[in-house]
């Protein structure tokens, strides 16, 4: 069993940066793919960004590619997302997520979620 508690959120200006942090309990971190995802008022739950469990490679959507950053650190069990060049249409709660492998990710079947991190981009 793995509980992820995230941190991080807050109210940052368009353009600025914020680093999402997800501490995961157990372990039996490193053995699972991990991710973020993000939801928005009134829209569904969207995949962000994914790793495999060594953190060797990632994945991202479209929308976040050359602005965030996900990354994991084992011995601390962690999970990472640096934020940069925020836009207002990045504001939405941001959830990481574990699952047994990337492609789990991506197609957002999860094993364990957290209870998410409100971040607000004001323009």
């Known amino acids: 069993q793995v509980q992820l508690v995230e941190s991080g959120g807050g109210l940052v200006q368009t353009g600025g940066s914020l680093r999402l942090s997800c501490a995961a309990s157990g372990r039996s971190f490193s053995s699972y793919a991990m991710g973020w995802f993000r939801q928005a008022p009134g829209k569904e739950r969207e995949f962000v960004a994914g790793?495999?469990?060594?953190?060797?490679?990632?994945y991202y959507a479209d929308s976040v590619k050359g602005r965030f950053t996900i990354s994991r650190d084992n011995a601390k069990n962690t999970l990472y997302l640096q934020m940069n060049g925020l836009k207002p249409e990045d504001t939405a709660v941001y959830y990481c997520?574990?699952?047994?492998?990337?492609?789990?990710?991506?197609?957002?079947?999860?094993?364990?979620w957290g209870q998410g991190t409100q971040v607000t981009v004001s323009s």
């Open positions: 790793t495999i469990g060594s953190g060797s490679s990632t």
């Open positions: 997520a574990a699952a047994r492998n990337l492609q789990r990710i991506v197609v957002m079947t999860i094993e364990h």
